[in-house]
């Protein structure tokens, strides 16, 4: 049983039958999991990152080819790894791995979910900088965790969107004349929603427990654990305010009920709204350029 899942062990079984039976199931990579639980260290330092990072010769190249983009506008190529985590930093480049990781499945067209190809990948990095944006302007120490569990929380739509090809117009039509969202109608159907998916892909994976909670609990984040909602409340306004802007929305994206104590656990109110979204859309307009750069690479 998966505890974090708070699921029976029917559903967790039949669960794990759906994750063994999708061809070409996401994964991550030794290496960025290995960066996430350095990174979480406090003696960490750039050797040690880079160490990991040129474990797999990949995803180093990767981030090289990355960090010498023109998004960057470094004044010298940098052709270490461990210089280009001097020059931009341990978070970033962080962030960087994960992003670059998760980019070749994410950019997948999800029919199920009537997502177009990359729009998963759009929506998850909208998330992610929307996240660590609402963590930092609440001076929360989870800003690093949130860009990362952001970028992750819909990851289990890349397992149930081939369940759901040829139906998504039948749990749209039965949200409605329910007045359900769609994750609820996700549980009505299959028994879990795409969050309790991505969470067991996070445990196995072995993710850090936060990340794990953040994605488990992004849209009912008062039911988390309370050790972890602060950071699932940033992931819910996160989720929330990316659909207001429609980056990334798919046939579900209509259906979206939002946790009015996430709200007020961040000290947020109706009167901020209008200014968080405006900050929101700066960061990502500023960001995009980088998201396009490693969804080519």
């Given at each position: 049983?998966?505890?974090?899942?708070?699921?029976?062990?029917?559903?967790?079984?039949?669960?794990?039958?759906?994750?063994?039976?999708?061809?070409?199931?996401?994964?991550?990579?030794?290496?960025?999991?290995?960066?996430?639980?350095?990174?979480?260290?406090?003696?960490?330092?750039?050797?040690?990152?880079?160490?990991?990072?040129?474990?797999?010769?990949?995803?180093?190249?990767?981030?090289?080819?990355?960090?010498?983009?023109?998004?960057?506008?470094?004044?010298?190529?940098?052709?270490?790894?461990?210089?280009?985590?001097?020059?931009?930093?341990?978070s970033h480049v962080r962030n960087l791995v994960i992003t670059a990781s998760a980019a070749p499945w994410m950019r997948r067209a999800l029919p199920g979910y009537d997502?177009?190809?990359?729009?998963?990948?759009?929506?998850?990095?909208?998330?992610?900088?929307?996240?660590?944006?609402?963590?930092?302007?609440?001076?929360?120490?989870?800003?690093?965790?949130?860009?990362?569990?952001?970028?992750?929380?819909?990851?289990?739509?890349?397992?149930?969107?081939?369940?759901?090809?040829?139906?998504?117009?039948?749990?749209?039509?039965?949200?409605?004349?329910?007045?359900?969202?769609?994750?609820?109608?996700?549980?009505?159907?299959?028994?879990?929603?795409?969050?309790?998916?991505?969470?067991?892909?996070?445990?196995?994976?072995?993710?850090?427990?936060?990340?794990?909670?953040?994605?488990?609990?992004?849209?009912?984040?008062?039911?988390?654990?309370?050790?972890?909602?602060?950071?699932?409340?940033?992931?819910?306004?996160?989720?929330?305010?990316?659909?207001?802007?429609?980056?990334?929305?798919?046939?579900?994206?209509?259906?979206?009920?939002?946790?009015?104590?996430?709200?007020?656990?961040?000290?947020?109110?109706?009167?901020?709204?209008?200014?968080?979204?405006?900050?929101?859309?700066?960061?990502?307009?500023?960001?995009?350029?980088?998201?396009?750069?490693?969804?080519?690479?």
């Amino acid at each position: 049983m998966h505890a974090v899942l708070n699921l029976t062990p029917e559903q967790d079984v039949k669960l794990g039958q759906i994750i063994a039976k999708v061809q070409d199931l996401p994964s991550m990579p030794a290496a960025a999991t290995r960066v996430l639980q350095i990174t979480g260290s406090a003696d960490t330092n750039a050797q040690m990152i880079a160490d990991a990072i040129v474990l797999d010769q990949a995803l180093a190249a990767k981030v090289l080819k990355i960090a010498n983009s023109a998004f960057y506008g470094l004044s010298r190529s940098v052709t270490m790894v461990k210089e280009a985590v001097v020059v931009l930093g341990i978070s970033h480049v962080r962030n960087l791995v994960i992003t670059a990781s998760a980019a070749p499945w994410m950019r997948r067209a999800l029919p199920g979910y009537d997502l177009e190809p990359k729009q998963l990948l759009l929506h998850g990095s909208a998330v992610a900088i929307g996240a660590r944006m609402i963590a930092k302007s609440r001076r929360l120490t989870v800003a690093d965790d949130a860009f990362v569990a952001g970028l992750l929380a819909d990851i289990g739509k890349i397992v149930l969107s081939e369940y759901f090809d040829g139906k998504l117009a039948t749990m749209i039509s039965l949200g409605a004349q329910a007045g359900m969202t769609f994750d609820q109608v996700e549980t009505k159907v299959m028994g879990f929603d795409h969050a309790c998916v991505g969470a067991r892909l996070a445990e196995d994976w072995n993710l850090p427990a936060t990340l794990v909670h953040a994605i488990r609990y992004h849209h009912a984040p008062s039911e988390a654990p309370e050790a972890y909602r602060p950071l699932c409340d940033c992931i819910h306004l996160a989720d929330y305010l990316t659909m207001l802007c429609g980056f990334g929305m798919g046939g579900d994206g209509m259906f979206y009920e939002v946790d009015e104590a996430a709200f007020e656990r961040l000290g947020i109110n109706a009167n901020d709204l209008d200014h968080i979204v405006d900050e929101f859309v700066t960061a990502y307009q500023h960001q995009e350029a980088l998201f396009e750069e490693i969804s080519q690479s």
